[in-house]
């Protein structure tokens, strides 16, 4: 009797294994999904920009100032305790990049948070902000903020646009020296902090927004009595004061 020959059996089929890569992924995904939900339907949406309750901004830019001059970056031979102090218990920004390295048109963008191919400003003297950019100033004076700015140096002057929306621009340099071939007039930083002091003083309770803008660290470098002693370099002098 022939024996019967066993049919052969099918091949197993391999299985597909799931990178680990692609599992983690799609874990991570997956609970940013639902913490993204449950935060919206359990605690709802969260309250943002003026909304959270802050009262008071006041911001404070120094010309051509360097950010391996600081001593929270880094820089050992440093003056800048109170700056130093700030990024220590407040944030400090490691990697922040100017849009351009002229004065009137990064500060158009600051304020307006706009590139230079937008709000339409290239160069110092030549380019002015046009009434239909928007403003930080004007956002907040629309929300109630009194908002004032106390500038330094003629490149940054009201001709040139940049107090839109402000309800005081001091660009007062009467009390500014007479400037140097090719250079800015400007006011050193006690004038420019008396000014900014005198705005603040008549504030009474009601929100605001202040802009001050030091102009030492430009040059030329002539630091005054004792920051040119206590600095080797008079760049570093300028910006200690």
């Known amino acids: 009797m022939a024996k ?28 940013l999904v ?16 003026l909304d959270v309750g802050i009262k ?3 911001l404070v830019t120094f010309d051509t100032t360097r950010a391996d001059r600081i001593g929270a970056y880094g820089y050992t031979r440093a ?17 922040c990049i100017t849009v351009a390295p002229i004065t009137l048109p990064s500060h158009t963008s600051i304020l307006t948070g706009q590139y230079p191919y937008r709000h339409g400003v290239r ?28 500038v330094s140096a003629l490149v940054l002057d009201s001709r040139y646009g940049l107090d839109q929306g402000f309800d005081l621009y001091n660009d007062d340099l009467s009390e500014a020296e007479k400037a ?24 009474s309770g009601e929100r605001w ?3 001050v803008h030091f102009f030492d660290p430009h040059a030329n470098y002539q630091p005054p009595a004792p920051f040119d002693e206590v600095c080797e370099d008079p760049y570093d002098g300028e910006i200690h004061y």
């Open 34 to 49: 639902l913490v993204a939900f449950f935060s919206e339907v359990e605690l709802g949406e969260k309250p943002r920009g």
């Open 56 to 58: 008071n901004v006041l």
């Open 79 to 95: 003056k800048t305790e109170n700056i130093d102090r700030l990024a220590k218990e407040g944030v400090l920004f490691e990697r």
């Open 180 to 203: 140097p071939l090719f250079m800015y007039r400007e006011t050193k930083a006690q004038n420019t902090s008396e000014r900014a002091i005198r705005w603040l003083q008549d504030r």
């Open 123 to 150: 160069n110092n003297g030549t380019h002015n902000v046009e009434p239909d950019v928007t403003t930080l100033a004007e956002i907040l004076g629309e929300k109630g903020f009194s908002t004032g700015a106390v």
């Open 4 to 31: 019967k020959t066993p049919a052969p059996k099918a091949a197993a089929t391999p299985k597909k294994r799931v990178p680990g890569w692609m599992v983690v992924s799609f874990s991570v995904v997956l609970v």
């Open 209 to 211: 927004f202040l802009w």
